[in-house]
């Protein structure tokens, strides 16, 4: 594992590579389940998928990208990374509930997974969980924290038109 640290709008980000050199983490500054430190391996700016996050990253803060297009290690069980894919469906400045991508999933049940699946979301913001809401509209849990997820949706909505 390798990682780097970049600056952004809502904090500094850690982005984690595995051992191919594939971006398999993007953690914020006090995001619940947040892996120790010491996962992450050692510091290095060099690789050339944290140059390719980065420079989407950028993009994406300037309102100027939409979507990813970035190679992704997304690691954990089958049902998690079903749910990870479905939230890269969800457009640029929409919104989603857990039971709408239960229903996606075929699984119009299993809202209350799809929760804890989009939790574990290792890779925030370019897996785009901050877009996933309750079924009442309310923001619900976020590991970056509400005021963070606020602010994503907000940024959104507001760049979504140009």
């Not at 992450?40 to 996050?53: K, Q, V, W």
């Not at 990253?57 to 990870?84: D, I, M, N």
């Not at 229903?103 to 049940?109: C, F, K, Q, T, V």
Request: charged share 20%; net charge neutral; with cysteine.
């Amino acid at each position: 594992m390798t990682h780097t640290l970049i600056d952004s709008p809502y904090g500094p980000l850690t982005l984690v590579a595995d051992a191919d050199g594939t971006l398999c983490g993007l953690y914020m500054a006090g995001q619940r389940h947040r892996p120790p430190a010491e996962n992450f391996g050692h510091r290095d700016d060099s690789l050339p998928s944290f140059a390719a996050a980065w420079e989407q990253l950028t993009a994406y803060f300037a309102g100027e990208l939409k979507q990813f297009t970035l190679g992704l290690a997304l690691k954990g069980t089958p049902f998690q990374r079903s749910v990870w894919a479905q939230l890269t469906r969800i457009p640029y400045g929409e919104t989603r509930t857990y039971g709408q991508l239960a229903d996606a999933l075929g699984n119009p049940g299993a809202s209350r997974a799809v929760g804890l699946a989009n939790g574990k979301n290792p890779i925030g913001i370019i897996v785009p969980c901050h877009r996933v809401i309750g079924a009442s509209g309310d923001l619900t849990g976020y590991g970056g924290g509400l005021d963070r997820k606020r602010r994503l949706l907000d940024f959104e909505r507001d760049t979504a038109l140009f």
